[in-house]
Nanobody
Framework: VQLQASGGGLVQTGGSMRLSCVAS????????MAWYRQAPGNQRELVAT??????IYADSLKGRFAISRDNTKNTVFLQMNSLKPDDTAVYYC???????????????WGQGTQVTVSS
């Protein structure tokens, strides 16, 4: 199972950006799809998660960020609006997936995509 994130880059304060993450490989089922982020010197933190048609957001990001997924394409998106310099971080996608031929769900991480918000 591989995850490929894209869509990061440089944006000005107040701008918007949309991240995508495609899961590929020997996947039978995906339960949870999520985004995390890690700023320099900080621990990795949850941004948003989407499972069983339910979404959960970090309290500080509600109203500005929106997670969505396309199950037909094993893709999760993160729409980020009204971006602030504090949103600067490496953004990682994570899925909880069951590979074909197994009964167990395992966690997989993408390589991360850098988002930089200039002031």
């Amino acid at each position: 199972v591989q995850l490929q994130a894209s869509g990061g880059g440089l944006v000005q304060t107040g701008g918007s950006m949309r991240l995508s993450c495609v899961a590929s490989g020997n996947i039978a089922s995906i339960n949870e799809m999520a985004w995390y982020r890690q700023a320099p010197g900080n621990q990795r933190e949850l941004v948003a998660t989407y499972s069983d048609r339910n979404t959960i957001y970090a309290d500080s990001l509600k109203g500005r960020f929106a997670i969505s997924r396309d199950n037909t394409k094993n893709t999760v998106f993160l729409q980020m609006n009204s971006l602030k310099p504090d949103d600067t971080a490496v953004y990682y996608c994570k899925i909880l997936a069951r590979p074909n031929g197994t009964w167990r769900f395992s966690t997989y991480w993408g390589q991360g995509t850098q988002v930089t918000v200039s002031s």
